[in-house]
């Protein structure tokens, strides 16, 4: 091979990848709609914030939506919004793609806006900790994802959807089954506050 021929192939390798970028980019331009360009999300589309948002977690919910472990109960009216979303990313391979781009976005912790009583908040996420870390940092092993940094009003909103069973009762989503007893432990809307806003201080 000579040098220019090398030149040639590192120049193409490198072009591939730079439209490689592209792609998932524009692919992303969908989902920046509701999430926002930074993956910030928005209350009043109630999209989550999903900047940073580890990949494992991503592929794990989009693969959910995409087989209708999540997102086809008829009283979940957000889910059955983003199903359709998911179904657009045809193979793994988009799937994974884009989860990647997700976790390298970047965007402040969203402002508190659910009031509860931190204190006893706090004594309750003693039994969240055990999965969710102390930090709210989430376990990969655990398949659980970070609460810290997600936006209250989507925190309230999945514990409520778990107690109600608009998620996590499919027999085969083992993990929704795992999480919802868990959210059921929180019995009334005030435990739900009170837990939400003792998340909402975690960094
Ligand atoms: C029409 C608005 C809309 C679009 C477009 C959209 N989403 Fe969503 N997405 C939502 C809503 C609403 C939820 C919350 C569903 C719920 O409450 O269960 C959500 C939830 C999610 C979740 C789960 C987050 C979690 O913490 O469990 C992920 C991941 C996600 N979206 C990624 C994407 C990606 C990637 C795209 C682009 C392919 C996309 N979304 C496009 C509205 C949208
Ligand atoms: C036995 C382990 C376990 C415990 C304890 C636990 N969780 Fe979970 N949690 C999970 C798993 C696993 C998931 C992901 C489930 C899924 O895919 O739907 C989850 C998901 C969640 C979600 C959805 C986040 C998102 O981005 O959609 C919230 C909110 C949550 N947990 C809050 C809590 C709170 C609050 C407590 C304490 C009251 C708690 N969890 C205790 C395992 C646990």
């Not at 989902?31 to 914030?49: F, K, S, T, Y």
């Amino acid at each position: 091979m000579t040098k220019t021929t090398i030149l040639i192939g590192i120049f193409a390798v490198a072009l591939s990848g730079v439209a490689g970028a592209n792609d998932v980019e524009k692919a992303y331009e969908v989902c920046a709609a509701c999430h926002g360009a930074n993956g910030e999300g928005n209350n009043d589309l109630n999209a989550p914030r999903i900047a940073g948002m580890p990949a494992w977690y991503s592929v794990l919910q989009l693969q959910n939506f995409k087989s209708g472990l999540r997102g086809t109960n008829a009283k979940d009216q957000y889910g059955t919004q983003m199903r359709p979303m998911a179904m657009t990313l045809t193979d793994d391979a988009a799937v994974d793609n884009i989860a990647a781009y997700v976790a390298t976005l970047e965007a402040p912790k969203p402002e508190a806006t659910v009031k509860g009583d931190v204190e006893k908040g706090k004594a309750a996420y003693a039994t969240c900790a055990a999965c969710h870390a102390a930090d709210g940092s989430g376990n990969e092993a655990l398949k659980t994802p970070p609460l810290a940094g997600q936006a209250d009003w989507y925190v309230e909103r999945q514990l409520q959807a778990y107690k109600s069973g608009v998620r996590g009762t499919d027999p085969k989503d083992g993990l929704g089954m795992q999480m919802r007893p868990m959210a059921m432990m929180l019995a009334t809307d005030e435990a739900v506050r009170d837990v939400t806003a003792y998340i909402a201080t975690l960094d």
